[in-house]
């Protein structure tokens, strides 16, 4: 590439400061954009300060950093009138991520989902259309029409039969309509949506990303986002953790988000317009909330204290693996490399550290 500066939103969350390390170690100048709303939204500690003063610190010629909110359509437009001519990528991992909080606050949710897309999306078109944007949408865009396959149940999970047409998991294919998808599902579908959109209306570079359960050490816990650390920070304190419907035998595939942030980079590498790409660990990479449960004992010694809610929430899955065959097609250099097992102790370790 000519110019390696990428522009990363969300950049000391989860997906964004693994996005941020790699696209540094390929040698890219980062500016980042980050005003740390979900440490008021969610009430949890962040790590925001200890990211930006590592990249900061270790990156200082190369990490430039922005706490503005993606919603002020003026502060966007301004940073793409100052950097958008040599900007390659734009990643824009910035969202409201919980399925449950959305309920609280749909006004917020949909204004920095969706109407923070469209303001970045207007700043690409109009000083960075060269540019390739990437944009992390989710799963919730189908809703939960998957709920209405035949499940076999099993002693610890929810599955389909082999014959079945998505066994494999769901492509880019399934519907996205009658199905309840959570307002935070409506908001992400629109944003997932307008990316399209801008793609192939105006024949710009667009990727959408469908992710599922994307994780690692640097997610912060807390009850509305980020399950996996969720459990084992209650794992770690002695505290019950909250297993809500569906017996904890809803099955989930866990990626890490080192990988995503590879995929991002494959995809800027050779980019498509208006495209779309489920990712996710697969079916080799699926557990179920029993199945994790059981895995983390291993972890402490002691088995995890749980409290089981029957009534499932509004929309969540049954059952969710990902086909990722589409991308692995376009990119086959790409596959899931952190298994559940390094997943699970390295966000251990994180938390236990604290």
């Given at each position: 590439?000519?110019n390696?500066k990428?522009?990363?939103?969300?950049?000391l969350?989860l997906?964004?400061f693994?996005?941020?390390?790699?696209?540094?170690?390929?040698?890219?100048?980062?500016?980042?954009?980050?005003?740390?709303l979900?440490?008021?939204?969610?009430?949890?500690?962040?790590q925001?300060?200890?990211?930006?003063?590592?990249?900061?610190?270790?990156?200082?010629?190369?990490?430039?950093?922005?706490?503005?909110d993606?919603?002020?359509?003026?502060?966007?437009d301004?940073?793409?009138?100052?950097?958008?001519?040599?900007?390659?990528?734009?990643?824009h991992?910035?969202?409201?991520t919980?399925?449950?909080?959305?309920?609280?606050?749909p006004?917020l949710?949909?204004?920095?989902?969706?109407?923070g897309?469209?303001?970045?999306?207007?700043?690409?078109?109009?000083?960075?259309?060269?540019?390739?944007?990437?944009?992390?949408?989710?799963?919730k865009?189908?809703?939960?029409?998957v709920?209405?396959?035949?499940?076999k149940?099993?002693?610890?999970?929810?599955?389909?039969?082999?014959?079945?047409?998505?066994?494999?998991?769901?492509d880019?294919?399934?519907?996205?309509?009658?199905?309840?998808?959570s307002l935070f599902?409506?908001?992400?579908?629109?944003a997932?949506?307008?990316?399209?959109?801008?793609?192939?209306?105006?024949?710009l570079?667009?990727?959408?990303?469908?992710?599922?359960?994307?994780?690692?050490?640097g997610?912060?816990?807390?009850?509305?986002?980020?399950?996996?650390?969720?459990?084992?920070?209650k794992?770690i304190?002695?505290?019950?953790?909250?297993i809500?419907g569906?017996?904890?035998k809803?099955?989930?595939?866990?990626?890490?988000?080192?990988?995503a942030?590879?995929?991002?980079?494959?995809?800027?590498?050779?980019?498509?317009?208006?495209?779309?790409?489920?990712?996710?660990?697969?079916r080799?990479?699926?557990?179920?909330?029993?199945?994790?449960?059981?895995?983390?004992?291993?972890?402490s010694?002691?088995?995890?204290?749980t409290?089981?809610?029957?009534?499932?929430r509004?929309?969540d899955?049954?059952?969710?693996i990902?086909?990722?065959s589409?991308?692995?097609?376009?990119?086959?250099e790409?596959k899931?490399?952190?298994?559940?097992?390094?997943i699970?102790?390295?966000?251990?370790?994180?938390y236990?550290s604290?």
């Amino acid at each position: 590439m000519k110019n390696k500066k990428i522009l990363i939103t969300g950049s000391l969350g989860l997906i964004g400061f693994e996005t941020t390390l790699f696209f540094l170690e390929k040698g890219f100048d980062v500016i980042g954009i980050d005003n740390n709303l979900r440490e008021k939204i969610f009430n949890i500690n962040t790590q925001y300060k200890d990211k930006l003063s590592f990249l900061q610190n270790s990156h200082r010629k190369n990490y430039l950093h922005y706490k503005y909110d993606i919603r002020d359509k003026n502060k966007i437009d301004d940073l793409f009138k100052t950097y958008g001519k040599n900007l390659s990528v734009i990643v824009h991992a910035a969202a409201q991520t919980s399925h449950d909080w959305s309920v609280k606050d749909p006004f917020l949710d949909f204004s920095v989902n969706s109407q923070g897309t469209l303001n970045l999306l207007e700043s690409f078109r109009t000083f960075s259309p060269h540019s390739t944007f990437i944009f992390t949408s989710t799963n919730k865009v189908y809703g939960d029409l998957v709920n209405s396959f035949d499940f076999k149940e099993y002693t610890n999970r929810y599955d389909l039969p082999q014959k079945h047409l998505h066994f494999e998991g769901i492509d880019e294919k399934f519907s996205i309509d009658q199905s309840m998808h959570s307002l935070f599902g409506v908001s992400k579908t629109s944003a997932d949506l307008m990316v399209q959109e801008y793609g192939r209306y105006f024949s710009l570079k667009t990727g959408v990303f469908r992710l599922g359960v994307i994780t690692g050490g640097g997610q912060s816990a807390s009850f509305y986002q980020g399950f996996l650390s969720y459990m084992i920070e209650k794992l770690i304190n002695n505290e019950k953790f909250s297993i809500i419907g569906y017996k904890g035998k809803q099955v989930r595939d866990i990626l890490h988000a080192k990988d995503a942030a590879k995929a991002f980079y494959l995809f800027s590498q050779k980019p498509g317009v208006g495209e779309v790409f489920n990712l996710g660990g697969g079916r080799k990479n699926s557990f179920s909330i029993k199945e994790l449960i059981k895995k983390s004992k291993s972890l402490s010694g002691r088995v995890l204290r749980t409290e089981y809610t029957k009534t499932p929430r509004n929309g969540d899955h049954k059952w969710w693996i990902t086909d990722i065959s589409k991308f692995k097609k376009s990119f086959p250099e790409w596959k899931p490399s952190v298994n559940i097992d390094d997943i699970l102790s390295e966000i251990y370790k994180t938390y236990e550290s604290r």
